[in-house]
């Protein structure tokens, strides 16, 4: 990838397929007992009460799992809690309240640092102001912001109040915001003015603004003022103004309601199968006390850390692993605003030197854009504060895992590969740090207390070494409740194809595929439903067909998820155009415009290419397979089966002309 190869690198490292964490490592590690995985599995299910342990309750939990109604699963049952305390007054109160929670640098290099004392009295005051403006426990927040501080402020000034909140990712479009709002029957949305982004202004209320037209509740909006005077924005009646309803509170103190453990945190709309997000429901007591686990065990968080974790906390990895887990233990969380190239492509080794960061988290995408920018950038930097390195959100291959842990990591800091979803609130296969040998390529085994196996399709486990599909085995604290208002859905997307219903035999299925080797390491490949995975963002492709075929003169269309260099997956559209005429130059922009509009930017198709047809079966199934072969420009299996053959030549001609 990059413009010179790494010689020595590529000699040394290419053919070694294993690593071992580094002694100094092992020494200090939260977790190095091997015996960790026995103990749990014998001790199962009350091995979570040690991560339940990690919280304080205001009441104890009578029983650590509760089966009756699963797969609708209850954890800690009885206990009561609230996460807002867990994640800042519980800190304050422990002598550390000049300890920094969260350093916060924006995209042109100012910057904010709270202690937890200041993050204390501004949650306390911003859910002092959403109680004054009617929040009550359970109503369901929107949260609509890129990242600023006032993010995790608000999502804490919620959690405090019982009211869940729903981020809604600010690179969403304003029809998306609409469509997760009107499903949660939200009430209520924070935002912001705009931020920047490589310079420019991005006007962020506008687009808020838009997405309300389209709600079908009365929304009371706050909105924070982050560019100062660079837009005007209006306030009207049902808009609040964050700085003036924070200043309206100075000084008030909200106490911390006490939270039922299955109580809901949050909702997190995710990509599905079918054109409608699903509204993942995580709860107080389990998914807090697994993302505060797994920050401790895997992510080796310490409270005198400079964490960092380069994601947006619009995704869950945000959720998990910028705010709540890190919180929880009373680290210090780093959060930057900006893209990691802008002004430079060294902007984030830049802020790791800045902050003298222990941990830093991010995605296989970004390592392959390091890898392309070259290793001169990260070079150039003091890294050696790094102790551990992590990814998460998509496979990620040996040479971009080789090239983070030699060029970021200087070999000396063990990686670990995080396979987990929005779905699973947390971590669920890699290797623990202070104790797996690592493999690139593969995440590791399951996490201790995880019981994952790769199946075939009758369910049976497939010999080491061949492809079948990921499934979970029993339940964990961190896994989702349900999809919002949608039981039947939560079954049948996550339960039903290898559960034994009649002998009360759950399995979750992920619908990932995997494979699975002698260590019982696992590596996972990919989707194997019709969800794509572009630079680490969940996508659902009948979300971006209905989009396109939305545009006036398309009659159909198949997207399909195609592999790029550094995005790991791209957006092919194949695209039926009504009077079977080739697309113009003005259609492939409406198809572009509408993408961006009903999904967001990050959603837009990498190529679309016009066909008079789809290659289907007999029986008109779209052969999205063949499809996603053609955009790989790969050798295509047997098309006999297909009603009309002849058309896979002609569209492969058009893809590779392009
Ligand atoms: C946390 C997050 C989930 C999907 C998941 C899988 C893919 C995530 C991975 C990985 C291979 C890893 N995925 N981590 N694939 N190796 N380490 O990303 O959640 O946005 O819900 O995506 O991402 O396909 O099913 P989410």
Known sequence: MTDEPDVELEARLEEKERFDPPEAFVEQANVSDPDIYEEFEEEWPDCWERAADLLDWDEEYDDVLVDDEAPFYEWFVGGELNAAYNCVDRHVESGRKNHAAIKWEGEGGETRTYTYQDLYREVNEFAAALRDMGVEEDDVVTLYMPMIPELPIAMLACARIGAPHSVVFAGFSADALATRMNSAESEYLVTCDGYYRRGDVLNHKEKADKGLRSVEADVETVVVDRLGDELTHFLGKRHHDYDELVAEQSGERVDPVSRDAEDMLFLMYTSGTTGKPKGVKHTTGGYLSYAAWTSHSVLDIKPEDSYWCAADIGWITGHSYIVYGPLALGTTTVMYEGTPDYPEKDRLWELVEKYAVDIFYTAPTAIRSFMKWGKEYPDSKDLSSLRLLGTVGEPINPRAWKWYYKHIGDESCPVVDTWWQTETGGMMITTLPGIGTMKPGSAGPALPGIDAEIVDTAGEAVSPGDAGYLTINNPWPGMLRTLYDNDDRFINEYWR????????????????????????????????????????????????????????????????????????????????????????????????????????????????????????????????????????????????TLRNPEIVEEIQAQVSAE
């Open 497 to 640: 194809e290898y559960s034994d219903s009649e002998a009360d035999e759950w399995v979750y299925f992920p619908e990932d595929g995997a494979t699975i080797d002698e260590d019982e390491y696992i590596t996972v490949l990919g989707r194997v439903d019709d969800v794509i995975n572009v630079s680490g963002h969940r996508l659902g492709t009948m979300e971006i067909e209905s989009a396109i075929v939305g545009v006036p003169g398309v009659a159909e269309a198949a997207v399909v998820g195609g592999s790029h260099e550094v995005k790991g997956e791209a957006v092919y559209a194949y695209v039926i155009t009504e009077d079977g005429t080739e697309g113009g130059e003005e259609l492939y922009d409406s198809i572009i415009e509408n993408v961006e509009r009903a999904i967001g930017p990050f959603a837009r198709p990498e190529e679309i290419i016009f066909t008079p047809e789809l290659p289907k079966t007999r029986s008109g199934k779209i052969m999205r397979r063949l499809l996603e072969d053609i955009a790989n420009g790969e050798q295509l299996g047997n098309t006999s």
